[in-house]
């Protein structure tokens, strides 16, 4: 469904905001899952950095009982979760017109806090969202786990989030301006990948890797674009 919000339009270059559904969804299920969440505590900015995972309409975050500021959040103050990709550095004839390839989201709304029957459910699909197949290589929840963390979600509602996106190669000159032929002008890719595990400290020589983390190893190296 497309944004209906005019708050919530893209004003500088709209031409590469996206009203897709779909693309919204692809940016964030993109990267590693992280973004950053802002609200206002006790009229001050509040902006901390934030794992997430998506399930269909809603955002899946945790954190511990003990933060403050996130009891305020789950109690229903406005948030945004924001979510960066850079894909890559574009450069141009002019410092003016280098850029960046990239895509972004902002979602906004209330978050909700989760009750204890849904908490536990939803940290397990948090985590099989962001490492699949991880949840049947490890114990379930205790009860002093799911007491030590606070479970909420935020919903993607229509007309409350914006998706922006910057891919190709330098804007080319104008007409009128001059461009050194010798000058180097295109992208430079930006590639994410996993490095070499690092076994904990007192795990027994030549254990393997469990299937969850095979996987992503065997994930190429890839840029973050599309």
Sequence with gaps: MKNSNPLERIRRLPERASQERADLDAVLDAGHHMGTLATVVDGQPWVVPMLYARDGDRLLLHGSTGAGALRHVANGAPAALSVFHMDGWIYAHTMFN????????????????LPAGEAADALTMFTDITTPGRVSEVPPHTRKHLAA???????????????????????PPEPDEVVDPGLW????????????????????????LSPSIQRLMDEPPHPSAR
């Design 98 to 113: 280098a850029s960046a390839r990239f895509r972004s989201a902002v979602v906004r709304g209330h978050i909700t806090d």
């Design 149 to 171: 963390t606070k479970a909420m979600s935020l919903s993607i509602e229509p007309g409350q989030w914006t998706v922006k996106l910057r891919d190709g190669g330098p804007t």
């Design 185 to 208: 002008r295109g992208v430079v890719p930006i590639y994410s990948a996993y490095g070499e595990p690092e076994p904990a400290a007192g795990l027994a020589p030549g254990t393997p």
